[in-house]
T-cell receptor, first 113, second 117 residues
Framework: DTGVSQNPRHKITKRGQNVTFRCDPI?????LYWYRQTLGQGPEFLTY????????KSRLLSDRFSAERPKGSFSTLEIQRTEQGDSAMYLC???????????FGNGTRLTVT | AQTVTQSQPEMSVQEAETVTLSCTYD???????LFWYKQPPSRQMILVIR??????QNATENRFSVNFQKAAKSFSLKISDSQLGDAAMYFC??????????????FGKGTKLTVNP
């Protein structure tokens, strides 16, 4: 069990650029979640996959955000035309079943200048 | 919509002492789960303890226990014999238990716990 892996750990980008983050869940975990955490706040839910199917999306996930999980393995979260308000820690978590604990990654910290 | 409130932005405790972190929540659902997560500085978030709403007995995990008051919608975390490694942000979280319901966790804003030697 190597844990949930997120890359990159840090990303600095200029406003208007596109960024993509990657999450590799624990092997055989069919559920994968994305959360966003801003300074001084708890994580906020963005979206969730069961295998390759995206089953739930938050209203926080504007048209500029898109997430994929091809083949039900790793997932990517893309933000187009980044804005300063997108600066946050983006957390990925996975779990093997509905009532199992979530295993979180270390997150990707995005800074938009 | 469900909300989770943690009214203590920061708490401190002396090593070996006991501390209680508060959490209240609002929901109209009868079936749900409550969690406490720990986020150490620059490290990943880990589950401390969880409580199913249908269980009357308070959950316990070693030095960590909860006081679950369903009618009052209160879910506090007690840490006994505090250790330096307990220093972290603690988040209270809610998840619906309704069949076919949302699987998202709703988090509070967190409480920063400092453990003094």
């Amino acid at each position: 069990d190597t844990g949930v892996s997120q890359n990159p750990r840090h990303k600095i980008t200029k406003r208007g650029q596109n960024v993509t983050f990657r999450c590799d869940p624990i092997s055989e975990h069919n559920r994968l979640y994305w959360y966003r955490q801003t300074l001084g706040q708890g994580p906020e839910f963005l979206t969730y996959f069961q295998n390759e199917a995206q089953l739930e999306k938050s209203r926080l996930l504007s048209d500029r955000f898109s997430a994929e999980r091809p083949k039900g393995s790793f997932s990517t979260l893309e933000i187009q035309r980044t804005e300063q308000g997108d600066s946050a820690m983006y957390l990925c978590a996975s779990s093997p079943a509905l009532n199992s604990p979530l295993h979180f990654g270390n997150g990707t910290r995005l800074t938009v200048t | 919509a469900q909300t989770v409130t943690q009214s203590q932005p920061e708490m401190s405790v002396q090593e070996a002492e006991t501390v209680t972190l508060s959490c209240t929540y609002d929901t109209s659902e009868s079936d749900y789960y409550l969690f406490w997560y720990k986020q150490p500085p620059s490290r990943q978030m880990i589950l401390v303890i969880r409580q199913e709403a249908y269980k009357q007995q308070n959950a316990t995990e070693n030095r960590f226990s909860v006081n679950f008051q369903k009618a009052a919608k209160s879910f506090s975390l007690k840490i006994s014999d505090s250790q330096l490694g307990d220093a972290a942000m603690y988040f209270c979280a809610y998840r619906s238990g309704a069949q076919g319901g949302s699987e998202k966790l709703v988090f509070g804003k967190g409480t920063k716990l400092t453990v003094n030697p």
